[in-house]
């Protein structure tokens, strides 16, 4: 079933873009180290050629607080100024409380709502601004939406086939009906619970608790993934939803200036890109330096295109994920 809303009420805005990355980079060459690997497979077969660790003193919350800042002085405002915060990450701080409580506390904003978005992998963010953009229709707010992952905490270092893969970030946005510089024109989301199980990490929840058989079996932080499966789902459910969208505002590929996809693999990126009939520099890429970042990618992407000067004022722009569940996303951006 897809799911399509026009934003209506009041318009959502974003008023600033942030992002962060922590400081310690792995290189293939680092992974070629560690498992048996090297940087020729590693790059021919995802185009990932650096990510991103958190440091020992570094958590879900920390860079998730380190990104909403940068998005919150983007935007000139301050902690007083948000009404609510919206986190979307697969890799919490801790089962409870969730992160958005220990974010919102650390930035010392008023006792407003807060919660997590969990489990819809990398299609979180876009997920998570929809939801923003219906909260501000109701009732206008200015909202902090947070896309952020840990994910090196969470798999397993000893699988080639997906440890590789993956890096930390986060990115954020402040969203609002006040004037901004960019709009959000619609929102097209989707989810095939059918296909849960071509993506997925099924310890420490109910089912398989997380426990000493969990632990002794690997299984705890055992990422099990359909790749061909998923590329073929990805690339159709993200060509599809980026179409759809902007179809549904009154607009056409044509007019697009730049589309931000999910950086999971470069074939999905390039696959996609093919589909939607774009070039290469209507596509924005930045996976060989930070990897799959998980709900952060979107966000982390839109920050650093803006802040490259990818992105001009009068832009029509595409963001569009897909990720565990299986979710997918695209959002319609006017700047």
């Given amino acids: 079933m897809v799911c399509i809303r026009i934003v209506c009420g009041a318009m959502a805005r974003i008023m600033g873009f942030g992002g962060y990355a922590p400081a310690r980079v792995v290189t293939n060459d680092d992974w070629a180290a560690m498992v048996e690997t090297s940087d020729e497979w590693i790059t021919q077969r995802t185009g990932i ?42 890799t919490p701080e801790m089962m409870t409380p969730d992160t958005a409580a220990l974010v919102q506390h650390e930035l010392g904003c008023r006792n407003i709502p807060t919660y997590d978005l969990g489990g819809s992998g990398c299609a979180g963010f876009v997920q998570a601004i929809d939801v923003a953009a219906s909260r501000i229709a109701v ?15 969470m798999i397993s270092w000893e699988d080639r086939a997906t440890a590789v ?29 059918g296909s849960a199980e071509i993506l997925t990490l099924a310890a420490g929840g109910t089912r398989n608790p997380f426990n000493e058989k969990s632990l002794l079996s690997g299984d705890y932080n055992r990422l099990v993934m359909d790749g061909k499966r998923v590329f073929t789902e990805a690339v159709r459910r993200m060509s599809e939803a980026s179409v759809e969208v902007l179809a549904r505002v009154g607009r056409s590929m044509g007019e697009v200036a730049l589309v931000i996809p999910h950086q999971a693999n470069l074939r999905i990126i390039d696959a996609v890109r093919k589909k939607l009939g774009l070039d290469e520099d209507r596509v924005y890429v930045n ?31 595409v963001l569009t994920a897909f990720g565990a569940g299986f979710h997918w996303a695209a959002a319609a951006l006017q700047f």
């Avoid at 003193?57 to 000139?76: F, I, K, Q, W, Y």
């Avoid at 930070?290 to 966000?299: K, M, W």
Wanted: charged share 25%.
């Fill in 165 to 193: 893969l993956f890096g930390d970030a986060a990115g954020a946005v402040v969203m609002s009906p006040d004037q901004g510089r960019a709009e959000l024109l619609g929102v097209v989301s989707g989810t095939d619970g």
């Fill in 49 to 90: 050629k650096r990510r991103r660790f958190a440091a020992a003193d570094e958590s879900t919350m920390t860079l998730a607080v380190n990104a909403a800042r940068v998005a919150m002085t983007d935007a000139g405002v301050d902690a007083d100024d948000i009404d609510e915060i919206i986190l979307a990450t697969d």
């Fill in 287 to 317: 996976i060989q330096e930070y990897g799959n970042t998980g709900s952060a990618t979107v966000p982390f992407a839109l920050w650093e295109a803006v802040g490259k000067n990818r992105i001009a004022d009068g832009d029509l722009v």
């Fill in 139 to 153: 009732m206008p707010k200015r909202i902090l939406v947070i896309g952020v992952e840990v994910i090196s905490r």
